[in-house]
């Protein structure tokens, strides 16, 4: 509220700290806050005292309802709705004319993912027989010849199940998935040197 703040807490101390500005409206501002969550108690903490979810990315569609779920939870203990939450959520986008070369540029990034969050691929429908695989292969830190090595074990519909890889058409139906599961605002994560097709592809659309 434009207020000078001193704070006395236990890990920060601060003393008459203001916003400085030089020029322009000194009216209190009115900036959302939103929060990036995972979990599900801070998906729900996300629901109860924020503005908006920033969701997370490399989780297939199917895995929002989960999360939605828990954004409602917390919207409800203060008497809000979930439509009262934005639900922005980030998309990884692996766009090219030549659809072997999207998957591919995805794998890896997935690969690694898979070997870290095993728990969350496993609830975005990634099967188990799959992680066995790579977590035989892939351990963490992991080098750059097991993430290699894994990259070979991580098939074409599994970078598809978490990601928007493929030709201009598959990628914007695929982000459509995540709108349709309940994101409000998809935020691309680009892959790959041609951003421009990606901008091009959803300015059509």
């Known amino acids: 509220a434009m207020e000078t703040v001193t704070f006395d807490g236990e890990f920060v101390q601060c003393r008459d700290v203001k916003i400085d500005i030089v020029h322009g409206d000194r009216s209190p501002k009115q900036v959302p806050l939103y929060i990036g969550a995972t979990g599900d108690q801070m998906l729900a903490l996300g629901g109860e005292i924020a503005d908006g979810v920033l969701m997370n ?67 975005s429908g990634v099967s188990e027989d799959v992680l066995a695989e790579i977590q035989q292969v892939l351990t963490w830190p992991a080098t750059e010849e097991q993430i290699r090595e894994a990259m070979k074990l991580v098939p074409d519909h599994v970078v598809q199940l978490i990601t928007a890889s493929g030709t201009p058409d598959e990628v914007r139906s695929k982000v459509q998935e995540y709108v349709d599961a309940g994101t409000t605002c998809p935020v691309l994560y680009p892959l790959g040197d041609d951003v421009k097709m990606m901008i091009d592809a959803f300015a059509r659309s």
Do not use: C, F
Request: proline share 4%; net charge negative.
């Open 57 to 123: 990315y490399l989780v297939s569609p199917q895995y929002n309802e989960n999360a939605l779920r828990h954004i409602e939870s917390g919207a409800k203990r203060v008497g809000r709705t979930l439509d009262d939450v934005d639900r922005p959520q980030l998309v990884v986008v692996s766009m090219d004319t030549d659809r072997e070369r999207a998957l591919d540029n995805a794998r890896e990034l997935v690969t690694q993912y898979l070997g870290q969050q095993p728990h969350i691929m496993k609830a």
